[in-house]
């Protein structure tokens, strides 16, 4: 299996005890090609040669005046904002410890293109030996924006950017965009959904992230008399989206959990939720608050899970031994940006003396 996901440096991370990641000169050193760091023809004397030096060397010092000597200030302000990432990830020690102090702040200075970059190689590290395709398709979603789509009675999730891409261009790179804005006639262009068939082409499209994820739930019809059956699919996104949260909040916080797709909560007792996306955790405060939810909301809802611990002495003692549940739902434009830190702040742990 090659080495998927190469923009994710992980490769070039240095692991410490206890398995957290240790940012390197070579992982650091990808960040200049971006396009808001790489040079332009219109980059001046300055700004060359401050490209050039921390290309050779990206962990050196760099001085007020070799910054301030850059003449454009967008390129000025974004190698600021590089070099204050760079710093702050020195700092922290980890990616982990810098990520869980950016989330535990109260005004997150970094941007979402660092801290996405951050979170794709902490979970490249927790795929270090999986060969899972669906489970790194899910994983996916811990960092890329998605968009939901429901066809043919299935809920599918398209990579936002490639969809985007396809919108712009019908995949056809600049030609494609001269035919679409000329409104020339463009053959549709179809995702293949991720499935056993073609699971084994995963590893082989490194970031071109164009595999559709099914999240449809497994369908379960009552047969009376307290007897069910299950039709099970082969593979679930939902199922694979939840193996990657379990081994997120155990590399993180220690903790093992076990997280369970639900269609539904039947809980007379219910005390703990947390959305894993903006949408989903006002939904849950508005249903748990029984305030009345809008139709068009609930429709949104992608899927909950059942969240349990391992342990109950994990537990503050006033939910011990209850249920977590979680939720996922699209915005009005049914785009998703999971939230994964959501897990690792508001998981109702017991306190550590």
């Given at each position: 299996m090659q080495d998927f996901w190469p923009a994710s440096g992980f490769t070039h991370l240095q692991p410490v005890p206890g398995?957290?990641?240790?940012?390197?000169?070579?992982?650091?050193?990808?960040?200049?090609?971006?396009?808001?760091?790489?040079?332009?023809?219109?980059?001046?004397?300055?700004?060359?040669?401050?490209?050039?030096?921390?290309?050779?060397?990206?962990?050196?010092?760099?001085?007020?005046?070799?910054?301030?000597?850059?003449?454009?200030?967008?390129?000025?302000s974004n190698y600021t904002t590089f070099l204050e990432f760079r710093d702050a990830l020195q700092r922290a020690g980890t990616l982990e410890a810098w990520y869980l102090g950016q989330m535990r702040s109260s005004a997150v200075s970094a941007p979402p293109a660092f801290i996405d970059r951050v979170v794709q190689a902490i979970v490249r590290r927790l795929l270090a030996d999986v060969n899972d395709a669906f489970e790194a398709r899910a994983a996916e979603m811990l960092f890329r924006p998605q968009r939901i789509s429901s066809t043919e009675g299935r809920l599918l999730a398209a990579d936002l950017a490639v969809i985007d891409m396809l919108n712009e261009s019908a995949g056809l790179g600049d030609l494609g965009r001269l035919l679409v804005?000329?409104?020339?006639?463009l053959r549709t262009l179809q995702m293949d959904v991720l499935s056993d068939r073609n699971a084994a082409d995963y590893w082989r499209r490194a970031e071109r992230h164009d595999l559709l994820l099914d999240l449809t739930h497994e369908i379960t019809s009552d047969l009376g008399h307290g007897l069910s059956f299950t039709l099970a699919r082969s593979q679930s996104g939902l199922a694979a989206l939840a193996r990657v949260?379990?081994?997120?909040?155990?590399h993180f916080l220690g903790v093992r959990v076990r997280i369970t797709p639900l269609q539904r909560i039947d809980d007379e007792a219910w005390r703990w939720h947390i959305g894993l996306d903006v949408e989903s955790m006002a939904l849950l405060n508005d249903l748990y608050q029984?305030?009345?939810?809008?139709?068009?909301?609930?429709?949104?809802?992608?899927?909950?899970?059942?969240?349990?611990f391992e342990s109950a002495d994990y537990m503050r003692a006033d939910v011990a031994g209850r249920p977590v549940y979680?939720?996922?739902?699209?915005?009005?434009?049914?785009?998703?940006?999971?939230?994964?830190?959501?897990?690792?702040?508001?998981?109702?742990?017991?306190?550590?003396?």
């Open positions: 398995g957290w990641l240790q940012a390197t000169a070579a992982w650091f050193r990808p960040m200049l090609a971006l396009p808001e760091l790489a040079l332009v023809d219109e980059s001046c004397a300055a700004e060359t040669a401050l490209h050039a030096s921390l290309t050779d060397a990206p962990m050196r010092a760099v001085a007020p005046g070799e910054l301030a000597a850059v003449q454009d200030a967008d390129a000025r804005q000329g409104h020339a006639p949260l379990e081994k997120w909040v155990a029984e305030r009345p939810v809008e139709p068009e909301r609930l429709a949104r809802l992608i899927s909950l899970f059942r969240l349990d979680l939720g996922l739902a699209t915005t009005p434009q049914d785009t998703l940006k999971l939230k994964p830190q959501n897990l690792l702040l508001n998981l109702p742990l017991a306190s550590i003396s």
